[in-house]
């Protein structure tokens, strides 16, 4: 009796491209259900929509309070003699402003020391110019008393 043998070679071949077809359909339908808008498996009533993100910024009032300690801070901080004429940049972390004070000038008012200052604003509103004083209270802290857009 003669034994004929067949070659599975074929078999083989289908069922490792099979396989193969299978793995990348399947990384298909999941990469599409994460990334795009078809929302094949019904997800979409899942997703909490008050959620609120960072990015956005917060009320302007609360920005420019911030951006004013701040400016005060590199204002009264700054060592007179040494900075003389050279612009001081501030940047508030908080905010994302950023500005130069192009001008300090110190002066007794009223028998409290006080600095006048002028510098801008960088932030996502645009830029603009202020002027601006602060003084030192009887506490030895410093207050700033003016902060105006001009």
């Not at 491209?17 to 094949?40: E, G, M, R, V």
């Not at 302007?60 to 060592?79: F, P, Q, Y």
């Not at 612009?87 to 409290?112: C, F, M």
Request: charged share 20%; aromatic share 6%; net charge positive.
């Amino acid at each position: 009796m003669v034994l004929i043998a067949k070659s599975n070679k074929r078999s083989k071949w289908l069922v490792r491209t099979s396989t193969h077809a299978f793995a990348l359909i399947s990384i298909a339908l999941s990469s599409t259900s994460c990334t795009s808008s078809l929302d094949l498996l019904g997800s979409a009533s899942k997703v909490d929509r008050s959620i609120s993100t960072g990015t956005v910024p917060r009320s302007g009032s609360e920005d420019v309070l911030s951006d004013e300690a701040t400016v005060r801070n590199a204002v009264t901080s700054a060592d007179l003699a040494k900075v003389g004429d050279t612009p001081l940049p501030w940047a508030n972390t908080a905010t994302g402003s950023a500005g130069v004070v192009s001008t300090i000038k110190e002066a007794r008012n009223a028998g409290r020391v006080c600095r006048d200052f002028k510098t801008t604003r960088h932030s996502y509103e645009g830029i603009a110019m202020f002027s601006g004083q602060a003084c030192m209270t009887g506490r030895g802290d410093w207050l700033l008393t003016a902060f105006d857009r001009q």
